[in-house]
């Protein structure tokens, strides 16, 4: 059992827990440091990161945005199915890019300066979805804009997290389904990867009792403002690796 991989899985599960992306956005260059392959990496943090949006889109279902959600559907689907095909051919470093814009965005509740042009960038719905999209397929970072443009909407907490939990399970489902298709080998046993689903999924149960319903929506908008800086640093840092 890869105890490295236990502890990443634990860590990244808390976090998408809580706001409903994580585990593909800070599991997958955790793996990724950790010597793993990139297809070893999604074969892990795919099945986990549905599992837990599922849980969270059942619980809260009526608070989906589903107009938002339809987009999604429509603009970042294809683009990243078709890039996730080409992702062997083509290597794309967008991790520092993405980290200063999630630092950017982190800091709109205290510069008003960026909280104006962040609206003037994501107010341009469909090209930021394709982009999004785009990202996904190639890095498996695109969680990092999805965050971008569901936190400039200001949805209470209940919406902000299932909205991005909903949109997440999408675009892990046709990942998933995009590398079995293309019969693609991992080298991590399957009851090993059903093993490391089991962990996600007691992982959110016990954050979702014990910490999530204690967040209100004043701290939980700060919180994810944090999460946002600290996943801003963390693409900068692996981008300069």
Known sequence: MPIDILLTIIVTATV???FGVGMLLFGT???????YSFIDALSVVLPISIAISLFQVIKHIDYVDKIFFKKVLRYCIPVIVLFLALITSIKINVGFIMGIFLLLVALKSFLPQVDNTL?????YERLYLIITGLVHGVSNL??????VMIYSKQYPKDTTRVTAAACYAMFAFFQLITLLIMQTDFSIAYDIRAFFVQIGIVTFLIVEKMLYGNINNEKYNHIFAIFLFTAGLALIGKSML
């Open 16 to 18: 998408q827990s809580i």
């Open 29 to 35: 260059p955790i793996l990724l440091l950790l010597g």
């Open 119 to 123: 609206k003037s960038i994501v107010k």
């Open 142 to 147: 695109g969680g990092s804009l999805l965050t």
